[in-house]
């Protein structure tokens, strides 16, 4: 389905820009540009991570640094870090982009088990997200 069949079926049919970027299908997600809050791109988002018994997202994967996506790091920040800025069409996280580049993250061969405590413990920690 395209965004175009998506948004004449959608069942959230506010005239606001709150009502029209509540709800949103994953996939229209990926992709999507990531800037601090000086408008300094941080990447892009790559992969939304639920938690399947909750139906909660728990982190969007971020693509960061490199050159066409050869040698960029992947971070995995928790959701509730993230805030969509509707009119610039961007998500806003509030991170220096020196942080990011010193953030604990992995390359797309290797993943983290983000089922594991202690890694989420460290990556609320490091973002100062709440659980």
Known sequence: MNDEDRNTQSTNKGNDKESETRLMGAERLVGNDVCNE???SLGNIKEIMLDTNTGNVCYAVLSFGGILGIGSKLFAVPWNRLKLDAERKYFVLN???DRLKNAPGFDKNHWPDMGDKSWENQMHS???ATK
Do not use: H, L, Q, T
């Open 126 to 128: 490091y973002y100062a």
């Open 95 to 97: 991170v220096d982009k």
């Open 38 to 40: 000086n408008g300094e």
